[in-house]
């Protein structure tokens, strides 16, 4: 079956950085655009970038944008989120999926930007 699993998260101060992964299994990645995609306390769970299957092109929330890189590795089966300038609004549960969304969510990971 499919599964996301996102890691990566943790306890940030502001201005600092985290590199987030998600591994994905149980289908064939390669032909999906996936998403990075976060959720704060109260909110609707929003796409902060999204990169797609093959040639990737990568497009950026305005909130994030020159802060935030995302890019994918196809044959480890994996993308990634390097996060810098973090913001005490970047807090947030942070989940990938396919994009357009297709599968059930992971976990997610929770970031945290706090002093």
């Known amino acids: 079956q499919v599964q996301l699993v996102e890691s990566g998260g943790g306890l940030v101060q502001p201005g600092g950085s985290l590199s987030l992964s998600c591994t994905a299994s149980?289908?064939?990645?390669?032909?999906?655009?996936m998403g990075w995609f976060r959720q704060a306390p109260g909110t609707e769970r929003e796409l902060v970038a999204s990169?797609?299957?093959?040639?990737?092109?990568?497009k950026y929330a305005a909130s994030v944008k020159d802060r935030f890189t995302m890019s994918r590795d196809n044959a480890k089966n994996t993308v990634s989120l390097q996060m810098d300038s973090l913001r005490p609004e970047d807090t947030a549960l942070y989940y990938c999926?396919?994009?357009?969304?297709?599968?059930?969510w992971g976990q997610g990971t929770q970031v945290i930007v706090s002093s």
């Open positions: 990169i797609s299957s093959t040639d990737p092109i990568v």
């Open positions: 999926n396919a994009y357009p969304v297709t599968f059930d």
């Open positions: 149980g289908f064939t990645f390669s032909s999906f655009g």
